[in-house]
């Protein structure tokens, strides 16, 4: 037993806990500085290198705490009364620190692992609806201001001739060009004669993968556009391959289906303030995430919630679409996110085990997700009130996901569940959608088949009701039960019968391998009417063919890379011509 008094220990165990946090944080920071010379270099393997091993350092530095918290106060590790003073003396030692909120939120992590806190303990753990990690913000992100002194060119070559890469630029007239012509016939869309007065630009540059993103915001009398500029490495220079200044296409760019940027900020409140003003519907939670900060990310989602549940009364419903065999899905009607709870046992034809899908969602938070996947946010022990579900959806998850839900007198206890962005199920898209709406989800469905491809995914269960469809009409994927890598898969072409009672039966009269996939038969699944069959043929009919696949499996194995980007092809007109 520690001999300290309470009030020392108290002290000492708060001050570890922040030295602990600050090494984390140090740890992150060193982590992502590598990003400018991953993309000088070109060493895109070391850049998913990197997003993994930052992915995984919260999770090392909270069990690493615990463990030593643990040998430090030996059968007082589990005190209450000792934990409620070092919680006191931690919000003392960190109240003037920037981003105090994240360091609340590591001390969260500890002390709710540690005693296996079911809803929230506040005598022990800072409760996520009273931590507004944006409230204290009262500076700005650095920037560097570009004013217009009468031409745009100039501030063009001004904003670009400012930034500093060890990579020459190539071509840097026609990267300039395209900036200037973008932003040109952006400012004549508008009814008004639009002029630029300066363009604000965030000084540390943003990396994503195989990009650089120069973050900025054009400034001009009564009124604000973002921009965002995307450059490429070509290996022989530096050019600008994309000019984004819609909300909708800067969303798209921080969205909740790419992989997290790299990019070193003193105070990341201060940056998602900045970001804020230029994607105002997207939730803090997401941007938070998207800069890397996943945890704080997750905390933000959660008081999002409970913000939102103590201002409506609506009650936890069934999810639209079809009754999946592996999640019990449902949703609030009132808050745009999708719960799902993996049930007790699967039906057939599934043969999957939970642990294996457990995997498979920590694999895809760890995995580039390409713009086509889903970012599912994990929690543990959660608490609701059990009147804020319908009768016929409490009836399902007692009965379906036992070992997971259980009541706790009036209160609705949920020991794991994911939570993630609520989109409409392209099967009932499809149906209600006017037919041009239609087939461009067609066609961004087959698109999202090859993105997935060139990021080694195979989705396994290529049927409609698992894919969704966002508010940017963007096809995403989020069952992911048989999700694979394409690498692992054996494609084949199907065998040519040889008389016809095989045709003519039910089951395949040919071996099929566990890893056997037969692209040839995917159209069969797929509740297309005639007209979406023929633009999906049109544009991806490739994909249904074993040799298509059979390719792309060879370019993964020869490490070739294939970029998966988050802005259109359209985007790239300029650029193009200079590679």
Not at 412 to 420: T, V
Not at 538 to 545: F, K, P, S
Request: glycine content about 6%; aromatic content about 10%; hydrophobic content about 45%.
């Amino acid at each position: 037993m520690n001999d300290e008094s309470p009030s020392r220990l108290s002290a000492d165990c708060a001050r570890y806990i922040a030295e602990a946090f600050a090494g984390y944080n140090a740890e992150f920071r060193t982590i992502t500085r590598r990003a400018p010379l991953r993309f000088d270099e070109r060493d895109w393997q070391g850049s998913q290198r990197d997003a993994v091993e930052r992915i995984e350092l919260y999770d090392r530095f909270v069990n690493m705490a615990i463990a030593e918290l643990r040998l430090r106060l030996g059968d007082r590790a589990l005190d209450r009364q000792l934990w409620t003073g070092i919680r006191r003396d931690f919000a003392a030692g960190i109240a003037e620190l920037p981003d105090a909120e994240f360091t609340k939120t590591f001390f969260s992590s500890i002390t709710r692992r540690l005693f296996g806190t079911v809803g929230v303990a506040p005598e022990v753990e800072f409760v996520a609806t009273d931590l507004d990690p944006l409230a204290r913000v009262t500076s700005h992100v650095v920037t560097t201001t570009h004013l217009n002194r009468g031409s745009l060119q100039l501030l063009i070559e001004d904003l670009l001739g400012d930034l500093r890469f060890r990579s020459a630029w190539r071509a840097f007239d026609k990267s300039v060009a395209h900036v200037v012509a973008e932003i040109g016939r952006q400012l004549a869309m508008s009814s008004e004669r639009r002029l630029v007065q300066q363009i604000e630009v965030i000084r540390p540059i943003f990396y994503q993968f195989t990009r650089a993103y120069v973050v900025a915001r054009i400034i001009g009398r009564g009124y604000m556009l973002p921009l965002v500029i995307a450059l490429k490495n070509t290996g022989s220079g530096i050019l600008v391959d994309a000019v984004m200044l819609t909300e909708g296409d800067v969303s798209i760019v921080f969205g909740f289906t790419r992989s997290y940027f790299h990019v070193d900020l003193d105070r990341v409140g201060e940056a998602v303030l900045f970001l804020k003003a230029l994607l105002p519907k997207k939730p803090v939670s997401e941007l938070f995430t998207v800069l890397g900060r996943a945890r704080q990310g997750k905390t933000e989602r959660y008081r999002e919630l409970m913000r939102h549940m103590e201002q409506t009364n609506d009650q936890f419903v069934h999810a639209p679409g079809e009754r999946g065999l592996v999640m019990v899905c449902f949703t609030l009607p009132s808050f745009d996110v999708v719960f799902k709870i993996i049930r007790d046992r699967f039906p057939y034809p599934k043969n999957v085990l939970r642990e294996e899908v457990i995997a498979k969602y920590e694999y895809v938070f760890k995995h580039d997700r390409a713009g086509r996947l889903v970012d599912a946010q994990e929690f543990r022990r959660l608490r609701f009130q059990k009147a804020r579900f319908a009768p016929e959806l409490l009836e399902e998850l007692l009965g379906e996901t036992a070992t997971t839900v259980h009541i706790e007198g009036d209160d609705l206890i949920i020991d794991h569940l994911y939570i993630e962005r609520r989109m409409v199920p392209l099967n009932l898209f499809l149906r209600a959608g006017a037919p041009e709406a239609a087939e461009r989800a067609v066609l961004d469905y087959g698109q999202a088949i090859r993105d997935l491809a060139y990021s080694n995914i195979f989705a396994g269960d290529l049927l409609l009701k698992n894919f969704g469809v966002t508010r940017h009409g963007r096809v995403i994927f989020y069952d992911y039960d048989e999700l694979c890598r394409v690498t692992d898969c054996h494609f084949r072409d199907v065998p040519v019968a040889t008389n016809p009672e095989d045709e003519m039966r039910a089951e395949s009269w040919f071996y099929v391998g566990d890893s056997d996939v037969f692209p040839e038969t995917f159209m069969s699944f797929l509740a297309f009417d005639e007209a979406q069959k023929a633009a999906f043929l049109r544009v991806h009919g490739e994909v249904l063919t074993a040799a298509w696949w059979r390719h792309v499996q060879q370019r993964h194995r020869e490490g070739d890379l294939m970029e998966v980007l988050p802005y259109h092809p359209h985007r790239v007109r300029v650029a193009s011509s200079a590679t």
